[in-house]
């Protein structure tokens, strides 16, 4: 078998997921997908936004990203 630097890759099949939105915050969702496509002259709808946002979001919480570490390690490593 080869030893390639690249991993395999990990399983990418989405996943769908349901959620109900207050009017003000799909209206501030609306409002930044209008900058976005002001921005980069692009359209994107709101769906497709989202994930981009969570992963940005989850990625910069820096104690999320520690305990996560800590958790995924488990206890011997903590």
Do not use: C, W
Request: glycine share 6%; no cysteine; proline share 8%.
């Amino acid at each position: 078998m080869a030893d390639l630097k690249l991993a395999k890759l990990p399983d990418r099949t989405p996943v769908k997921l349901t959620i109900s939105l207050t009017p003000d915050l799909h209206g501030a969702l609306a409002d930044y997908a209008a900058l976005y496509a002001s921005t980069y002259g692009e359209t994107e709808p709101i769906a497709e936004l989202v994930p981009a946002m969570l992963g940005t979001f989850l990625e910069s919480d820096r104690s999320f990203a520690r305990n996560r570490k800590q958790a995924l390690a488990g206890p011997a490593q903590k």
